[in-house]
C-alpha cells in the first residue's frame, strides 16, 4: 500500500478514536456504525482497544463491540445477521472486502466459484467488480485470469490480530517445535551413526596398519633367514 493510502486511511481511524475520547454509552453505538461504512477504514484495532469503546461490553450495546470484532479480524462467514446488528449495503459490502484480504493472504491462487461461494455473491460481474475495489483500495494486489476464472494474488495488508489468529499463531509454533524436536532427533541419530561409521574406520585403519606392519616383518624375517641359510 501507498503511503499516500496508509497516511489518509491512519489520519481518518485517528480521528474516530480522538471522538472516542468524549463518547459513550449509545453514542459509542453510533461512532461504531459510521467506522463500519467509511470508504478508506479498512483496520479496526486501534478503536477496538480504545477503552471507552470496549466499556459497552456487558451492556446492552455489545453486539456493536462484536460486530466491530468482525470487522477487525473475523470475515463474512462470522456475520450472522440474527444474531449481530443489521448491516447496510456499504458496510457489508466492506465486510466481504476485508474478507477476500485474508483470503488472499493465505492463498495466492483463488478460483471464482470459491469466491462465490465464500463471500455468498450472485455472480461472477458482482465479484470481478469487487476485487477490481480491493485492487483500488490497495487492499490487494493481483490479477484477474478471467480465462481461468480465478484471482492470482500478489500481494494483501495485513490485519488486526484476533484471539483467534493468536490461537492459530501458537498452534502453528507449536507444530513449528514438534517438527524441529523431530529434525533435531533425526539429525542426532545420523550424527552418531556418523561418528561409530567413523570410529569404526578408524580401527579398520589400525587394524590394517598392523596386519601390514606384522605381514612386512615376516617379510623381512624370511628374507633374512633365506640370506644366513645360503650363507
Known amino acids: 500500500m501507498s503511503e499516500l493510502k496508509q497516511d489518509t ?18 453514542a459509542v453505538v453510533a461512532l461504531i456504525q459510521e467506522v463500519l461504512k467509511h470508504p478508506t477504514i479498512f483496520v479496526f484495532g486501534e478503536l477496538l482497544n480504545h477503552p471507552n469503546i470496549k ?8 453486539p456493536y463491540l462484536d460486530l466491530l470484532s468482525i470487522f477487525a479480524s473475523g470475515s463474512f462467514k462470522d456475520y450472522d445477521s440474527k444474531k449481530f446488528p443489521a448491516l ?4 457489508l459490502s ?3 472486502q476485508i474478507t477476500l484480504v485474508t483470503l488472499a493472504s493465505k492463498q495466492k491462487v483463488l478460483p471464482y466459484e470459491f469466491l462465490l461461494k465464500e463471500l455468498e455473491i450472485p455472480n461472477v460481474r458482482e465479484l470481478e467488480d469487487m476485487i ?20 492470482e494474488v500478489q500481494y494483501a495488508i495485513g490485519r488486526d490480530i484476533g484471539e483467534k489468529d493468536i490461537d492459530d499463531m ?18 542426532d541419530e545420523r550424527m552418531r551413526v556418523a561418528d561409530q561409521e567413523f570410529r569404526h574406520k578408524q580401527e579398520m585403519d589400525e587394524e ?8 612386512r616383518k615376516e617379510v623381512e624375517n624370511s628374507i633374512r633367514n633365506s640370506q644366513r641359510s645360503s650363507g
Not at 483500488?136 to 480465478?150: F, M, T, V
Open 9 to 26: 486511511q491512519a489520519g481518518a481511524l485517528e480521528q474516530f478514536c480522538v471522538l472516542a475520547k468524549t463518547t459513550k454509552g449509545k
Open 55 to 62: 466499556a459497552i461490553e456487558g451492556t446492552e450495546h455489545q
Open 88 to 91: 447496510n449495503a456499504r458496510q
Open 94 to 96: 466492506k465486510l466481504k
Open 132 to 151: 477490481i475495489d480491493c485492487i483500488y483500495n490497495e487492499l490487494i494486489h493481483g490479477k484477474l485470469d478471467q480465462r481461468k476464472n480465478q484471482l
Open 170 to 187: 501458537l498452534e502453528s509454533i507449536q507444530s513449528w517445535v514438534e517438527t524441529s524436536d523431530k529434525v533435531i532427533t533425526i539429525l
Open 208 to 215: 590394517m596398519k598392523e596386519k601390514i606392519q606384522r605381514v
